[in-house]
């Protein structure tokens, strides 16, 4: 019986010392993650290439790691692009930091975005949808969904 004692004993100790390890993680809040430009790279063939900046906000008290970042964009509700750089940094705790991903438009989005939008459209706003994750060094990816608007350059 003296053994069973001491294994009883020892699996509440080794559950504590995991409890206290996971509490010690504690829970993070998302990233806050928002297009912050979108910039026209030199195409290839019959895709368009843009440079989209992320700006990612760090609402947690510890930095976040990350070790690359995959996105897909949509504009007004329509798939537009989706872009991977394997890139990789530090967002500071209660921090901000501007990521540029390099995004891939395939010819047809560009025409169903040609077809949609009207050039009455153009200098206003349209809304986009930007999905995604950072890849985690240690604690795991961090995935966001975002929504906002992006003003449409003028053709003046």
């Known amino acids: 019986m003296p053994a069973i ?14 409890l206290t390890a996971c509490a010690g993680l504690g829970l993070r809040e998302p990233l806050k993650v928002s297009v912050a430009g979108l910039e026209p790279l030199p195409s290839e063939g019959l895709e368009a290439r843009f440079a989209v900046r992320l700006r990612v906000q760090n609402p947690n008290d510890t930095a976040f790691d990350y070790d690359g970042v995959a996105l897909e964009l949509q504009l007004a509700d329509i798939d537009f692009g989706s872009g991977v750089s394997n890139q990789h940094g530090s967002i500071p ?17 560009i025409v169903r975005q040609l077809v949609t939008l009207t050039g009455d459209e153009q200098g206003k706003k349209i809304s986009y949808r930007l999905r995604g994750h950072l890849g985690g060094v240690g604690l795991g990816d961090m995935h966001f969904d975002t929504h906002g608007e992006l003003l449409l350059p003028s053709a003046e």
């Open 93 to 109: 705790g209660y921090g901000e930091t501007v990521i540029t991903v390099p995004v891939t438009v395939p010819f047809l989005a």
């Open 5 to 18: 004692r001491h294994i009883r004993q020892l699996l509440i100790i080794v559950s504590l010392i995991g």
